[in-house]
């Protein structure tokens, strides 16, 4: 049979249709999965067209392909043995119904089934474009092009603000270029970000890259007059300007945490004594005063505590006066806070104060609506055990939207991120992902993935990513986007 057509009459052409034959319709038809045979030369993930007979054409989506034949183990072993052997073979194709779109503009799957022996043809661009939501104008995110197809994707930036992203790969996938992609898109539309960096990888964005391929209509751009970098380390992340904090506020259990002292509870009440002596006597004090109160209290055993407060000071994360957020969150502008050299206590401490402000500020209105941003995400917001920043990050991914606070998360091991902060990203661009547990994470949040599309995230080829919500109708594979401005992410070559 050699992949021929069930009947031989059909032509590889149809008039009526304007699109090539891919097979036909057999066996037991429902409404959701289809089974042809194919006639022609044809990849998983192609775009077909089914003729319904009450919804008119619709849009199906080829999953997985087969070659069965009559080869048994019987035959093997006489090919095996250099016999001539008569071997008869088909190609058999299953088909996802996507849908098509009613009088409505809504997307519809058919109510009754198919017909068997119907034609299956390649899909024609428009109908793509309908039915997938696919515009052809330049008010998105453009990602990327939908993979085997000229059909830019560009998701809404509304909606990715307004119920959060995720992006999430495995290590070398190229998860932080992916992000860059979408960043440069939130800054050509003058999109208010502050961006957590804990690798210095984003100040990238400032300088053109170098852009190998002009087939995406992408040339290289910088975007230095947007971004501003922040550091509680400048002196290592060169460029940057000193992110600092009042002492006003801090609790003992957060200066612990930061000097990676022991909690144990002698330390909390000595730190508690000390800062309630300070506030009654003097109302404003810093970490200096602090210090000295203790050298000056020789009676009780705070050595150690002397200690880890001298060496919290020369990190140089207080101030007396400290950076303020209006400065850090600009209307239209994009801040980078750089961790890159900060111990992880200060990390921590770092995150939860600015997310909390930033949360609080856009509860009053005080601040113009943003997305946060935070590379390596589960450090922030982990699923087993619980940090600072924890409970923020779960109010954001709640409650952020009701106040114009959108959410980007962004990690190598999205089962290690809390499940009730990554459910809440409506929106994911899925690289190679391989871990089980991670894999079984993204199955539980993204909605309108099927088991075919589970097992192409774990084959996904570095410059393709599967992306969900962000307005598209379903789930799509997609060729992204050549940066227009430098990786920082980039893996360091050691030969």
């Not at 089980?436 to 909605?447: G, L, T, Y």
């Amino acid at each position: 049979m050699d992949g021929m057509c069930l009947t031989e009459h059909i032509q590889r052409k149809d008039d009526s249709n304007g699109g090539e034959l891919v097979g036909i319709t057999y066996g037991d038809v429902g409404t959701t999965m289809l089974q042809c045979n194919i006639c022609t030369p044809v990849d998983r993930g192609e775009y077909v067209m089914i003729q319904h007979p009450t919804a008119g054409n619709v849009l199906g989506r080829v999953d997985s392909i087969e070659r069965r034949t009559n080869v048994s183990i019987e035959k093997a072993m006489e090919l095996s043995e250099g016999k001539d052997v008569e071997i008869e073979e088909s190609m058999i194709g299953h088909v996802h119904v996507i849908g098509y779109r009613d009088q409505r503009g809504l997307l519809q799957i058919p109510s009754n089934p198919f017909r068997a022996g119907e034609k299956i043809y390649f899909a024609e661009e428009k109908l793509i474009r309908d039915v997938l939501g696919l515009k052809n104008d330049d008010t998105g995110a453009y990602i990327g092009k939908l993979k085997g197809h000229n059909i830019p994707v560009r998701l809404n930036i509304n909606s990715i603000a307004q119920k959060h992203l995720s992006v999430l790969a495995k290590t070398g996938s190229g998860k932080s270029y992916t992000t860059g992609v979408v960043i440069e898109e939130m800054m050509k539309h003058e999109v208010t970000m502050v961006i957590l960096d804990p690798h210095g990888e984003y100040p990238s964005l400032a300088r053109p890259g170098k852009v190998s391929s002009n087939d995406f209509g992408v040339n290289p751009r910088g975007y230095g007059d947007m971004i501003t970098e922040f550091s509680p380390n400048p002196e290592i992340n060169q460029g940057a300007r000193r992110l600092s904090f009042t002492f006003k506020n801090m609790r003992p259990i957060e200066l612990l945490r930061m000097m990676n002292a022991s909690t144990r509870k002698s330390n909390v009440v000595a730190l508690e004594a000390a800062m309630t002596r300070l506030e009654a006597s003097k109302g404003f004090y810093d970490i200096q005063e602090l210090i000295m109160h203790f050298k000056r209290n020789e009676e009780d055993d705070v050595s150690s505590l002397i200690r880890n407060l001298e060496d919290l000071e020369k990190k140089g994360i207080f101030a007396s006066t400290g950076t303020r957020m209006d400065e850090i969150v600009r209307k239209g502008k994009t801040s980078i806070i750089t961790l890159k050299g900060t111990p992880p206590d200060v990390q921590g401490f770092v995150v939860n104060r600015l997310a909390t402000a930033l949360f609080e500020l856009r509860k009053r209105n005080k601040i113009p609506p943003l997305i946060l941003f935070a590379e390596e995400a589960h450090n922030f917001c982990p699923q087993q055990g619980k940090i600072e920043s924890s409970e923020i990050f779960q109010t954001i991914a709640s409650e952020g939207r009701k106040f114009g606070l959108g959410l980007g998360i962004i990690t190598q091991r999205a089962a290690k991120v809390d499940k009730n902060v990554l459910s809440q990203c409506n929106t994911q661009i899925i690289l190679k992902v391989t871990n089980p547990n991670d894999i079984r994470a993204i199955e539980s949040s993204v909605e309108g993935i099927t088991k075919d599309m589970t097992e192409e995230i774990q084959r996904l080829p570095i410059g393709e990513a599967i992306i969900s919500g962000g307005g598209l109708s379903e789930p799509l594979i997609v060729d992204i986007r050549p940066r227009e401005t430098q990786d920082g992410g980039a893996s360091i070559k050691v030969v």
